[in-house]
């Protein structure tokens, strides 16, 4: 199992940003995807996460309205769209892997991480 993200960088407050992450090793199509993040200082945390059906979960709720989780089974890539940026959305981005079919919250059940894309909002 191995995920790769990428789409990470730089960008003024009120900008707009789309994170993907590359699936390889496995078959994405039977999988839960979370997204998660961790800003300096504090725990990851679970943003949003896919199932293997496409519901999304919302984990966090300062994002709600403005991230969307989508995925593409077919390009075995996860997206996360990220709207209207804010400084404390600053953090470095991770997408994980559950080895099962339903979300869950807790970054303990996922058992494959990518390395991570840094994600700055400042002007």
């Known amino acids: 199992f191995q995920l790769v993200e990428s789409g990470g960088g730089l960008v003024q407050p009120g900008g707009s940003l789309r994170l993907s992450c590359a699936a390889s090793g496995f078959i994405l199509d039977y999988y839960a995807i979370g997204w998660f993040r961790q800003a300096p200082g504090k725990e990851r945390e679970g943003i949003l996460c896919i199932s293997s059906s496409g519901d999304s979960t919302n984990y966090d709720d300062s994002v709600k309205g403005r991230f969307t989780i989508s995925r593409d089974n077919a390009k075995k890539q996860v997206y996360l769209q990220m709207n209207s940026l804010k400084p404390e959305d600053t953090a470095i981005y991770y997408c994980?892997?559950?080895?099962?079919?339903?979300?869950?919250?807790?970054?303990?059940?996922?058992?494959?991480w990518g390395q991570g894309t840094q994600v700055t909002v400042s002007s």
């Open positions: 994980a892997v559950t080895i099962q079919a339903m979300c869950i919250k807790s970054p303990n059940e996922y058992a494959y």
